[in-house]
């Protein structure tokens, strides 16, 4: 089975899930209206069960619709941010263009490091403070049992310094984490389930 291109975490991801909630969207109005039309030749007039079977087949294209809408409102993360970052990134854990949703606001964070219990992020589109969004990642990643020092950096310049020093200093940086991994994750590297549970919460 081949796997996704561009998926959720990677850079390019946003533009490539444009077009695949896009084409989803349309498929799944596609169906109902093709069943209304069918129930329409076959029997004459829209009165009829296939009519019925139309309208409810509209509501997962309705929740398509709401999802493909908040994706094409994100603009995707610069190329020569990604390039810049990737380069000095290294053999670091890393997520891309991910849209975190508080119950204030939503952030775009174009990258995501995890190190240890580092958790540093760059985001290009912060208005003010990071302090709200830096609180959500902590308190999500500490339901799912991970305790982080999360810290987001509007500043380019600024975070791929930070970069730079959590990839020389990586191996000192996860040598005191104690983790004790639950039932079923045993064989997965911690920094990997970290990235897991952080493009789940992710749109």
Not at 11 to 22: M, N, P, S, T
Not at 73 to 91: H, T
Request: net charge positive.
């Amino acid at each position: 089975m081949s796997k996704k291109k561009n998926p959720k975490g990677s850079y390019g991801y946003v533009k490539a899930e444009r077009k695949r909630r896009l084409l989803l969207t349309l498929l799944l109005f596609a169906i109902p209206l093709l069943i209304f039309f069918s129930g329409l030749i076959y029997n004459g007039t829209r009165n009829n069960i296939l009519t019925v079977v139309a309208i409810l087949g509209c509501l997962p294209a309705c929740k398509s619709t709401v999802g493909m809408i908040m994706i094409w409102m994100v603009k995707p993360m610069k190329e020569e941010d990604y390039r810049a970052i990737s380069s000095r990134a290294g053999e670091l854990t890393m997520a891309y263009e991910l849209l975190f949703t508080t119950y204030e606001k939503n952030t775009f964070v174009d990258a995501l490091a995890i190190c240890g219990n580092q958790l540093v992020g760059y985001s290009s589109r912060l208005e003010k403070g990071s302090r709200e969004i830096e609180k959500h990642l902590a308190n999500m990643m500490r339901n799912e049992g991970f305790a982080l020092q999360v810290k987001i950096i509007p500043k380019l310049d600024v975070y791929l310094e930070r970069l730079a020093f959590l990839e020389e200093n990586q191996e000192a940086l996860r040598a005191g984490v104690r983790y004790s991994p639950k039932e079923g994750e045993e064989g997965i590297p911690r920094e990997e389930l970290i990235r897991g549970h952080l493009l789940a919460i992710a749109l």
